[in-house]
């Protein structure tokens, strides 16, 4: 089966089990400065897993583009890829364990056809630390679920991945895992999850390829090995608890289901194939990558599979708004499209045609994602010119390698070559090879890892106070953001639309269409106009209305966001009913703008070709 057919027919299966289809969010996340990216169907849904009443029920389901920049390095096998898309079903406080696993084991063997003796299934083992049971409810439910299909399922006790490596499978199909496999948050472990964090145990489906076990990664194999025989498809959490300021953990309002399934993973449990590759919409690039480099897949995976990922992610994030740069997501876009151009040299691509690997891309997934086709132009175009800014930064770098190449490579200079010259390891490790000379990789990868967790520390302090945790501060930030944004199409013209921001409880920073530096005059007319909102302290008006009918209002849309049938829209309005801004947003907001303060503008400058950036404050 292809992947639009699964798509289509996993939305269309959960529709008619009472869900609403949503759309999938943008792969920058809304109005969440905590993380750079989009890596699961639930993040956008947190204030709904918390008890928020969504506009469009409690039964939700979608397929969610996602991008995980953590996996870049593990690209090159047979599974792992940095893009993906997340089949999502959601009950916010409705149904539970019952319905949940017995509808997607109906989805996986009546609907794509999965022969149920190739399924397993984890469950959660408990967490006496904690206090938090096993889940005898989840086992009890798997072995009615496989009897109805003449299999007996035995339970087997695991706990830790390193007893299933010392165990094997003991003739099990439903094995109980700890907290480091069967618990899920997005801090993850128990111990790591902030106050406030929801979370809870979860079950996990494994398709098994039946391939040989590989004893490299162990002496038996297990549902959680990694020798690539069981692949997991998919992981329904069961999210009924939220950590306590003391550390302790409590039953959320209500009990919520959070489903996710990997649908590249789905298609390759379909087609019987452990190689994720061969799936239509990644096997279309992989052609794409023969014709031009005249290379066969087979005895050239590694490189073929990082040039098809990395190509894929990078359309995506171009088609959201993302373009190359050193900084935030910017850099992981620039990484993932040099990566992928050394690879292409790898295969003695032809110079000039990496931007044409973009077409198999945009023509497998337009027909779900249209945004790809209105920005194809766009991202041709930045694929074309970070190719040709990569090959002068190659340039530059090899005449730094020549320099260090008398003798071996320390991990100092390795790293050097890596972030002043924008040198991959890889490249580093080819050259050095070619003159017999050796690389301390070892330091490099520590080097790597110290440089990771300065720009953690240095992200969580930027970050800090951001929207995820609606400081009054963050509010009052986020509603003069409205107000600035009504400000500038005021004063500049219909033509602005916003094209990015970041908040934190310290200052705003917008991100606009518009081709030239304001002037200054223009800078004090949208400063004086935010004030005199403010002055005139407008109420913030909160209306959930149908999407037709909030486009037909004018209201400004998020830039890459799809959004479902039914919005949430918030309009700055006086007492006769005057609107003065108007925008898609599902909030927090100050209920009236006179509790913002002074508004001042703290600069204006570029941020690529048509896009300005103005940072902000409220004294």
């Known amino acids: 089966m292809k992947s639009g057919e699964i798509r289509a027919k996993y939305l269309e299966f959960f529709e008619k089990k009472g869900?609403?289809?949503?759309?999938?969010?943008?792969?920058?996340?809304?109005?969440?400065?905590?993380?750079?990216?989009?890596?699961?169907?639930m993040q956008p849904l947190i204030p709904y897993l918390l008890g928020q009443k969504h506009p469009s029920g409690k039964r939700l389901t979608n397929s969610q583009k996602c991008f995980r920049a953590e996996d870049i390095?593990?690209?090159?096998?047979?599974?792992?890829?940095t893009f993906f898309e997340m089949l999502g079903n959601w009950s916010l406080g409705d149904y539970f364990k019952a319905e949940q696993l017995l509808w997607f084991f109906e989805f996986l063997t009546s609907v794509v056809g999965l022969d149920p003796n190739r399924l397993y299934v984890t469950v959660f083992s408990g967490d006496s630390a904690n206090n938090i049971p096993k889940d005898e409810e989840s086992i009890g439910i798997w072995k009615q679920l496989f009897a109805q299909k003449g299999i007996e399922a035995k339970d087997v006790e695991l706990g830790s991945e390193q007893r299933g490596y010392d165990l094997g499978m003991q003739g099990?199909?439903?094995?109980?895992?700890?907290?480091?496999?069967n618990w899920w948050s997005r801090a993850g472990a128990p111990e790591n999850m902030p106050a406030g964090e929801p979370g809870g145990p979860d079950s996990e489906v494994f398709y098994d390829f039946g391939t040989p076990h590989n004893e490299t990664f162990g002496k038996y194999c297990h549902p959680n090995c990694d020798c690539g025989r069981f692949l997991e498809i998919g992981n329904s959490v069961f999210m009924e608890y939220q950590k306590q300021d003391d550390g302790s953990f409590a039953k959320l309002a209500q009990r919520n289901v959070d489903f996710g399934g990997g649908l590249e993973r789905i298609v390759a449990a379909s087609n019987d194939n452990s190689d994720i590759f061969t799936i239509d919409t990644l096997s279309a690039v992989i052609k794409k990558i023969e014709e031009l480099s005249g290379a066969s897949y087979e005895g050239n995976q590694t490189a073929f599979r990082v040039i098809a990922d990395h190509i894929r992610g990078a359309v995506f994030m171009i088609g959201d708004g993302v373009l190359p740069s050193n900084t935030d997501r910017g850099y992981f876009v620039r990484r993932l499209l040099r990566r992928a151009v050394r690879y292409a040299d790898v295969l003695n691509m032809k110079q000039g045609k990496f931007a044409e690997l973009a077409l198999p891309v945009i023509e497998s997934y337009a027909d779900h994602y249209s945004e790809l086709h209105e920005y194809e132009a766009l991202i041709k175009e930045t694929i074309q010119k970070e190719e040709s800014r990569f090959r002068e930064t190659?340039?530059?770098?090899?005449r730094e390698f020549e320099k260090l190449s008398q003798e071996d490579i320390?991990?100092?200079?390795?790293?050097?070559l890596y972030q002043s010259y924008g040198f991959p390891l890889e490249v580093t490790v080819d050259l050095s090879k070619e003159k017999g000379i050796e690389v301390d990789e070892k330091g490099f990868a520590e080097?790597?890892?110290?440089?990771?967790?300065?720009s953690r520390a240095g992200a969580e302090k930027k970050f800090k106070g951001g929207l995820a945790d609606t400081k009054e501060e963050t509010v009052r930030l986020h509603t003069a953001h409205h107000l600035l944004l009504a400000a500038l199409r005021q004063v500049l013209g219909i033509h602005v639309h916003q094209r990015g921001s970041n908040i934190t409880s310290e200052r705003l920073r917008i991100d606009f269409s518009h081709p030239q530096k304001m002037a200054t005059e223009e800078l004090k007319q949208v400063e004086d106009l935010v004030n005199q909102k403010i002055a005139e302290n407008l109420d913030m008006i909160r209306k959930e209305?149908?999407?037709?009918?909030?486009?037909?209002?004018?209201?400004?849309?998020?830039?890459?966001?799809k959004y479902g049938d039914m919005v949430s829209?918030?309009?700055?309005?006086?007492?006769?009913?005057?609107?003065?801004?108007?925008?898609?947003c599902g909030g927090p907001h100050a209920e009236g703008t006179g509790e913002l303060g002074h508004f001042k503008i703290l600069k204006e400058e570029a941020v690529s070709a048509g896009i300005r950036r103005i940072r902000a404050v409220l004294e």
């Open 394 to 398: 190659l340039a530059n770098g090899l």
């Open 410 to 416: 320390s991990a100092r200079d390795a790293f050097n």
């Open 73 to 81: 390095e593990e690209v090159g096998d047979n599974r792992h890829t």
């Open 19 to 41: 869900h609403t289809v949503i759309p999938s969010s943008a792969l920058v996340p809304e109005n969440d400065p905590t993380t750079l990216f989009t890596g699961s169907g």
């Open 172 to 181: 099990g199909r439903i094995f109980a895992y700890d907290v480091k496999k």
């Open 569 to 584: 829209v918030y309009m700055a309005q006086d007492q006769q009913g005057n609107v003065f801004s108007k925008e898609f």
């Open 447 to 454: 080097e790597f890892k110290k440089h990771q967790e300065i």
């Open 545 to 561: 209305m149908p999407k037709e009918e909030a486009m037909k209002l004018g209201a400004e849309m998020e830039f890459g966001v």
